[in-house]
């Protein structure tokens, strides 16, 4: 953990502020400003491919498709503050979409392994992916599957997803 | 200085604070279903993104600025476009992060932060040095909040035909406080437990997000302790995000025999004492563990 809390004194002249800002000032005045900083060190995410791929496949013989790139390593290191909690969470930007077919999000699951990460279904809502307390390295897999169905129109069907690591 | 560009708004996340969207050309992830004969994308290289600070809490008069820089590191082994912008986000109850654009939601500061630059490119093992600046309003009170994204692929994902990309997105969490720090203020809600689990609510009173740490109790009929353990910290936010539900593993009870136990959840949030719940439960025996027998 690396938290250090720097208290800065700083004599302003208010005058080379003037460009940056729409608070009106004297253009001979100075002015104490104290801010108070705490800051935590940082973060990385690491995801072992860039797309996944479910091939076509029978429904009555493969009712769930397994992505071809599983399992996906996942990566995330974290210095934090000790109480922080690093959260992973991702959500779909939409349906799987092919034109004017759409195969619904909710299709998509994944597995986990891995200390902290976190199995669940694909959703555009935010869904927690995995959530560590304070620093350290976590390294798992994410395995991606596709509910098969009938139902499906024949397509090549995309969706943007977001992982985003953060420490609230 | 440039302006951070606010992300396109399109997708409805959660229903309690309305309309909540994110980014349609955030990190990218292309999922191709195959079906009958179409082609499938190629998994291209690891993407690894490095970000620090990852999180700043500030604490400044409002009518001034601040300005400090965040460093983005490319660490996967191709080349990145990223893009810089401020996303408002808060708290769901359960402590999932939620996004919003920026401007979107109480307490935002992203109208106040500014970004240079705001897009650039990094070669792998290179570092970018992105300044961002605070102008605090004068009219500014209370606690503010942002998070400065740091999104690769978006060069990939905006160019027609491009296959899509894996990359992460990492955001350092900004808190701004706007002039003295409040008092911190919170009290426990309830507190539920039987053997299948529980949930500890927890609400801030304050107008600033306190952290929680948290230990459980559970003492038998004679008052002797029967087991402690802790629950991972949490953050809970000011109004109208204030409440937090934190929930309770069913190893807290687990191996206890059948009887009577007293339960104590024991808070701090940072306050001028504890934060205490209290519940009494009767606890029957285990229930036996099923073993299927082999035909």
Not at chain 1, 34 to 45: D, F, G, H
Not at chain 2, 49 to 65: F, G, I
Not at chain 2, 275 to 288: H, K, M, N, S
Request: glycine share 10%; proline share 6%; charged share 15%.
């Amino acid at each position: 953990m690396r938290t250090s809390v720097v208290v800065l004194t700083m004599i302003v002249a208010c005058s080379a502020l003037l460009g940056m800002s729409a608070v009106s000032w004297g253009a001979t005045d100075q002015e104490t400003v104290t801010i108070n900083a705490t800051v935590s060190a940082k973060a990385k995410l690491t995801i072992g491919v860039a797309a996944i791929n479910f091939a076509d496949a029978d429904p009555d013989t493969v009712p769930s498709i397994a992505a071809a790139e599983n399992p996906v390593s996942v990566t995330v290191k974290a210095q934090t503050a000790g109480a922080s909690t690093v959260t992973l969470t991702v959500a779909a930007d939409g349906d799987l979409d092919s034109g004017a077919d759409t195969i619904d999000i909710t299709n998509v699951t994944w597995t986990a392994t891995g200390a902290g990460f976190v199995a669940g279904t694909m959703n555009t809502s935010a869904q927690s992916a995995g959530s560590w307390t304070g620093s350290g390295q976590q390294s798992g897999t994410f395995s991606y599957s596709l509910a098969n169905s009938w139902d499906y129109n024949a397509g090549s069907y995309t969706q943007t997803v977001v992982y985003t690591l953060t420490a609230p | 200085m440039a302006r951070s560009p606010a992300p396109e708004d399109h997708t409805t996340l959660w229903g309690l604070i309305g309309e909540v969207t994110m980014s349609k050309v955030m990190t990218a992830w292309m999922m191709g279903l195959a079906i009958g004969l179409f082609p499938s994308l190629a998994a291209a290289g690891v993407c690894s993104l490095e970000v620090s600070p990852l999180t700043v809490e500030l604490r400044m008069d409002p009518a001034h600025t601040y300005t400090e820089t965040i460093t983005v590191k490319n660490m996967g082994d191709g080349s990145e476009h990223i893009r810089a912008y401020c996303q408002d986000w808060t708290l769901k109850p359960d402590g999932v992060v939620v996004f919003v654009s920026a401007g979107r939601l109480p307490g935002s500061a992203s109208p106040w932060v500014y970004l240079l630059p705001a897009e650039f490119d990094l070669e792998p093992g290179e570092t970018q040095r992105i300044r961002y600046t605070i102008r605090l309003p004068a009219g500014a009170s209370g606690e503010a909040r942002t998070a400065i994204m740091f999104e690769a692929g978006a060069r990939e994902l905006s160019a027609p035909g491009a296959p899509s990309r894996l990359v992460p997105r990492v955001g350092t969490i900004l808190y701004v406080q706007a002039g003295p720090s409040p008092p911190a203020r919170a009290r426990a809600v309830s507190l539920e437990i039987d053997r299948t689990g529980g949930m500890l609510a927890v609400e801030n009173l304050g107008t600033a997000h306190l952290r929680f740490t948290a230990q459980i109790e559970v003492r038998d009929s004679r008052g002797a302790l029967a087991r402690r353990c802790g629950l991972n910290p949490f953050v809970v936010l000011p109004a109208p995000f204030n409440g937090h539900k934190a929930r309770l593993g069913p190893d807290i009870l687990e191996g206890l025999s059948a009887g009577s136990y007293t339960i104590t959840a024991i808070l701090d949030y940072g306050g001028e004492a504890l934060l205490g719940a209290r519940v009494e439960i009767e606890l029957g025996p285990e229930p036996p563990i099923e073993i299927a027998s082999e035909q």
